[in-house]
């Protein structure tokens, strides 16, 4: 079952390369910031950007642990370099998203009406403030 699944995925791989014409490298650049996108897109709570980077993570190592495996299976394992090579291509720009991800959230603006204009789009707040 699991050989399967690891040829199915460097099938897909290939034929991914082979279709959009990308080197390997940019593939791993592209699936990361697709991952981190979609996540943050899907996840936009608090922490919406932590999560959006350890689901790029999670791709980076299972994508690199598939081709380990596939690498294993043919004899022919990669250095460990070209390894971390790839989960550093997957993972720097969801890193710099991460980081700088504080400064593209927008902040919420006072309204513009002051505290009884507030008060008006929150009846229990107006409640609070007429009984003061």
């Known amino acids: 079952m699991p050989e399967t699944i690891i040829m199915d995925f460097q099938q897909w791989k290939l034929g991914v390369i082979e279709a959009t014409d ?9 699936i990361g910031l697709m991952a981190f996108v979609l996540a943050r897109l899907c996840w936009r709570w608090r922490g919406g950007w932590f999560v959006a980077w350890l689901i790029a993570l999670a791709f980076a190592v299972g994508g690199e642990w598939l081709d380990i495996r596939a690498e294993q299976a043919e004899g022919a394992l990669q250095p460990k370099a070209a390894h971390w090579h790839d989960i550093w291509n997957t993972m720097v720009w969801p890193t710099i998203l991460l980081l700088v991800g504080r400064w593209l959230h927008p902040r919420s603006k006072p309204p513009k009406g002051g ?8 009846p229990e707040k107006e409640e609070r403030i007429a009984a003061k």
């Open 115 to 122: 505290i009884l204009e507030a008060a008006e789009s929150y």
């Open 22 to 30: 990308l080197a390997k490298d940019a593939l791993h650049i592209h």
